[in-house]
């Protein structure tokens, strides 16, 4: 690697932060909705870090960190960690197509044991929410789609 493709990593990867933080806390809250953490729910983040290309670029064992750090703030202070994550999804909103990202992302990991309580399904109404979205109408999309 060249120090100018080190340096275009660099800028991209900063560039993707907000991107990052707001993926990995839409996971977080996704996943917690129910209570649980499920191997399925893990299963399903580690594909889409594996498939995003915004999302590649950062070391994976990095990005579990935060995904872990965010989790564990969920557990053991829920309230406050929840709006401190919702404000790291906010900040991305404006980017309409990164937002559409993170909400199809928060999509995926709530579906991705089988099933989408109505827990699950109020916690990404929330998310869709905060992104400027109506949930109804990417559920209707998913439907139609599947």
């Not at 120090?3 to 991209?12: C, Q, R």
């Not at 991107?19 to 983040?45: C, H, K, P, W």
């Not at 960190?65 to 991305?92: Q, S």
């Amino acid at each position: 690697m060249s120090i100018l493709d080190g340096l275009n990593e660099h800028i991209a990867r900063h560039r993707n932060h907000d991107f990052l933080n707001a993926a990995m806390a839409a996971s977080a809250l996704a996943t917690q909705a129910d209570g649980t953490v499920t191997l399925s729910e893990r299963y399903r983040i580690d594909g889409i870090l594996a498939r995003l290309e915004r999302l590649r670029i950062y070391d994976p064992h990095k990005v579990a960190r935060i995904l872990d750090g965010f989790l564990t703030e969920l557990r053991d202070n829920p309230e406050a960690a929840h709006g401190v994550l919702l404000h790291k999804i906010r900040r991305i909103a404006e980017d309409r197509k990164a937002a559409e990202l993170i909400v199809r992302i928060a999509l995926s990991v709530s579906h991705s044991d089988g099933g989408f309580s109505a827990s699950k399904r109020a916690r990404f109404a929330e998310i869709c929410a905060v992104l400027g979205y109506a949930p109804g109408c990417i559920l209707g999309e998913r439907r139609s789609g599947e």
